[in-house]
């Protein structure tokens, strides 16, 4: 059934409190849950109808104000309860049966290695008790857990303990109690025999919190950078937001099985295992950066997401959109800010393009689902984060402080929608955003074409900018958007022309078409367009190979600096793909080579961005950029222009491979910066057809001698495409050092998944039986599986169609062990149609063949359904 956002209504009884009791016991888990209903003044006469979502529950008993209710009194169906109000305030007592041990949806209550834990957003609640489970329903909650002293040392849940001790038969009990009225998605409970390691921090009003993080004992040494991320976070907040933390105890928890990377569960987040243990011998620099985005995005939602919710879950990214902006400028805060904007802009361009391109298309703010968790999306959070962004943007970083200051002063302690922020936003600025909100409404990727004119004589120069926005499902026509358009105008010698106070001016354009004009400019300039990215949208290339070079040397913008070499190597890589596709030899263009190499002569000292800039366009990206997908002539096409680069500038890679590789290991952005440019360095070296057997030996070397996990994984990847004999032999050196952590295991599986070897899919294929990986762990499946079939374009899409039978097999076999991982796994089938018709009729018949799988789960069904 789809569910639509038109559709809502003020829920017709609301909940006061609820005080909930888990027995754990070996093979089962008891709930006892007294909750207050009252009728909602709000709702109007809605009748005396009380409905309780629940599903896979074992009703034990229901008492309503102390007595048990008889059979014939309520109504129980696959989802959920329903009876008459006996008043217009009343209690029920409610006790039902749960099997953590079998559940492997894991969502409601389950165990990982043992332990207990719970994921409830969006809909898990309803897995563990009888309730009204929608986020616009708030109460204060009370938890009593029960279990075994042995098993279960720790028992957690939400707000602050309040009461412990002991039980009969070697148990005993934890009392918690959380005052802030919260919706049941944020509801937590966590119990096992965990670690944990603590540290404090002070509020500005000088409040003193304990922070803690759990883990099991084994990992027990791998929390501090996470911590140190916890820490930094929380002082941001305060500096950047004046937002202080309101509890006496923030606590997050690591697992090893989760669903997602994490959950911001009030004052005990609960973390997929990846964002919180790191050592620097077990993990990479990205997994650091990754951390303490992550541990800062779920600390952050405790004011955007829990203090402040979502009326309903179509309002997914008043939260999530503008607590990943929140965390991306965090993040630019903390390390290089053009580099994080970066890595922003192309996980957008990648994931959120693509997702707009095909038929799962949705506007920031959807209008109707069939399943909510199949609405994690890149548009949601991603393009959300934009959205938000592009306020920042037209309102200036003090104005936007007024804006969200405004935000909490009218809805701390509710349950918002996005219209409810934009209005904080515009009222706080006496601003018109009414066109903006069409970022809200309408899906699909806008596109922008440019013109330019110059005018020697009058030395006017000047921009025509026309927007539209293709047709998107449900959606054939588009308004124009409230587009922030940020341009630089450069001199001859690549100077800002001031055009403003600043350099940088902010063009609005609001028509489908429109005209801006410069006085006084007295040689053509060359136009830095749409400087770090100032809107979500697609530029049609309109700059030559020159202007893209000057560009790419000379922009105040370092966005745009790296931005354009992008262009040019797109530019270039079409130009060969173009070649061989009309049987002939691509050649690198000689501009462009030099235009590369005066790049890393350049100076640049910030390493990370010229490493950015290095690094060519992925596969995945490249082949959103095509009318007809051609995955084996753009693989030669990308490999062609990589294998020239470091062909003909050996001697500048090895140069920079030298340069760039220290002795000491550090953490700092600068370190980083270094190793990432060094292991591109490599990267090309080794991509030389037979690269000299010095370069060879360095690799290997590389891989035998480092102390840290990105160097290491770095030369493990390089070994593990090439033909290298000592290839099987490391692999295996490899897993033998590191088969006990599950983490590295996970680089392990992606690594070999994403070789772009010929014998590739067979590799994955056994790998599928080898003991470390689990169809039920779902970092095993996205790291074996997801990395095969969304990351490695050529050997996913090979002409067989051997790739698409298994990723049926798998999502098919996900459908009864975890079907909200099966639905993310569809993702590579959903642009079916954007390749040649021999592969378009292959994926379709494997769709096909999902669609008519018995029993088939909602999230799959809808994903497949609206693919085909
Ligand atoms: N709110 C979490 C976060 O972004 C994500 C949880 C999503 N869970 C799910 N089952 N859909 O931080
Ligand atoms: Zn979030």
Redesign the pocket.
Known sequence: PTIYRKDYRVPPFIVESISLIFQLQDDHTDVFATTRFRKNPDAGEEGDQLFLNGEDLELLWIRCNSDELAANMYQVNEKGLSLTAPGDSFTLEIATRIRPDANTLL?GLYRSNGNYCT?C??E?FRKITYYIDRPDILAPFTTRIEGNKSNCPVMLSNGNKVDEGELEDGRHYAVWHDPFPKPSYLFALVAGDLRYIEDFFTTKSGRNICLRIYVEERNITKCDHAMLSLKKAMRWDEEVYGLEYDLDIFMIVAVDDF??????NKGLNVFNSKYVLALPETATDNDYLGIEGVVA??YF?NWT?NRVTCRDWFQLSLK?GL?VFRDQEFSADMNSRPVQRIDDVRILRTGQFREDSGPMAHPVRPDSYVEI?NF?TSTV?NKGAEVIRMMHTLLGAEGFRKGMDLYFARHDGQAVTCDDFVASMADANDYDLDQFTRWYSQSGTPVIEVSEHFDSEKEEYSLNLKQSCPPTPGQPEKKPFHLPVAIGLLDQDGKDIRITDDDTLVLELKEAEETFVFYGIEQKPVVSFLRNFSAPVRVKPFQSQEELAFLMAHDSDLYNRCEAAFQLAEQVIFAALEALQAGGQPVLDDQYLTAVSANISGGQNDKALLGQALQLPSETYLAGQMTVIDPDNLHAARNFVKRELAGRLIDKFTALYLENDEAEYQLTPEAMGKRSLKNIALDYLMAIDAPPQEIIDRCLAQYETAKNMTDVVSALQIIANSELDVREEILGDFYELWRNDPLVMDKWLIIQATSKRQDTLDEVKRLMSHPVFSMKNPNKVRSLVGAFCAMNHVRFHDHKGLGYAFLADRIIELNTINP?IGARMVSPFTTWKKYDGERQHMMRDQLERIVNTENLSGDIFEIVKKSL
């Open positions: 969502e994921q957003e969006a898990g669903n997602m990377g994490a959950m911001e995005h779920e939602h997401g999530e607590t968790n994690y959070y909200q």
